[in-house]
């Protein structure tokens, strides 16, 4: 059997064009993929015994002189008993190279970065910052991907042989006239130095940083509605996207508005000779005042209906109205003038006919 013909190449070529053919060869007859297929299974095992003479330089000048056949331990089946981790740094490497290439011809992926979770915070504003909308800062303690193992959890470092196996792989262990050899456990068996945890996360791959941000709230936010700040939860292991954050929003409740959707209601104070006479009446409001026409005949409890003057919508649509609500208010009477009128108007109005008077309806 033509060592070199197996391989596909010249009796002149570089270990480096040996590994290449040999990696190109095994993807394509190995046993893993073409399970049951004896044909590939033998001309995989070919594949095998002409790298493993060839990438020995003593082995291949032994071939090439004609002085020895392929030792008969690399014609074994599979990998049954086959200790890939005793042939050597050049050969782990290889064959850690290979495998690495067929899983990813055949579907195998790097786990995929997972995000990070979300944060929750509550902030509580006034009523009036909830009608003109505001800017409220808060401190945040959160997780961020480290800058500078950006997540790996590892130092960069250049690649370097095991200390403690010198690039083999294995330990060995001599016992009198025996020799036991074991998987290195400072390396794990491929020979290279493990890599160190990052000096600036210690190998979490995060770092707790906190940091003042601003919110903004927008007009017409209304209590336990939430906020969402993209991008600003706790950062994704090995260097995933980072969560969001939700603000809950609490609405201190006002002494005088009461908030009804998008609409306003405010009760407005109508002393009787207004109700009865009729009046234009100012109601301050968080952007201003507001004239209300007061008719004659005002009855207590009626409504009045102001377009356009209550909350914004956060959505996008309308913004609502001002409900303002009439109350008669009686005067204190606080000398006899005040009495005299008072009994002088109850002689020209019967109270019994007011009583009997169908309630007056609110006005929109």
């Known amino acids: 059997m033509d060592l070199y013909a197996v391989l596909g190449v010249r009796q002149d070529a570089s270990e480096t064009e040996i590994k290449r053919a040999y990696r190109r060869l095994a993807r394509r007859f190995h046993p893993d993929i073409n399970p049951g297929d004896r044909e590939a299974a033998a001309h995989f095992q070919q594949v095998l015994e002409a790298y493993e003479t060839l990438i020995d330089r003593e082995r291949r000048g032994r071939y090439d002189s004609g002085e020895a056949a392929p030792p008969p331990e690399a014609r074994r089946s599979g990998f049954e008993g086959f200790d890939f981790s005793s042939r050597g740094p050049d050969y782990s490497a290889t064959f850690g190279d290979l495998m690495a290439e067929v899983l990813i011809e055949h579907g195998a992926r790097r786990p995929a970065a997972v995000r990070g979770t979300d944060l929750h915070h509550d902030i509580r504003i006034s009523f009036a910052d909830s009608f003109t909308g505001c800017e409220q800062a808060l401190t945040l303690t959160r997780r961020e991907t480290c800058r500078i193992c950006r997540g790996a959890g590892v130092a960069r470092a250049a690649a370097g042989p095991c200390g403690l196996c010198q690039g083999q792989g294995v330990v060995r262990t001599v016992r009198g006239h025996m020799v036991f050899s074991r998987s290195c456990n400072a390396c794990g068996g491929t020979g290279q130095q493990p890599p160190r945890p990052c000096p600036s996360c210690t190998g979490a791959g995060y770092d707790v940083r906190t940091e003042r941000i601003t919110v903004r709230l927008p007009p017409g936010i209304a209590d336990g509605e939430h906020v969402r700040l993209p991008a600003k939860g706790d950062a994704g292991p090995r260097g995933g996207p980072a969560g969001d954050l939700y603000v809950a929003v609490h609405v201190v409740p006002d002494p005088h ?91 020209i109005n019967d109270g019994a006919e007011i009583r009997r008077a169908p309630p007056a309806e609110s006005q929109e």
């Open 257 to 347: 508005f009461r908030r009804e959707g998008s609409d306003l209601h405010v009760v407005l104070p109508v002393a009787v000779h207004e109700g009865g006479l009729g009046a234009r009446i100012e109601v301050p409001v968080f952007d201003g005042t507001v004239k209300v026409r007061i008719p004659p005949g005002t009855q207590s409890g009626q409504q009045f209906r102001i377009r356009e003057r209550g909350m914004a919508s956060t959505r996008g649509g309308p913004r609502g109205d001002l409900v303002v609500e009439a109350r008669l208010m009686l005067p204190a009477v606080l000398d006899e003038r005040s009495r005299a009128l008072l009994r002088e108007f109850g002689e």
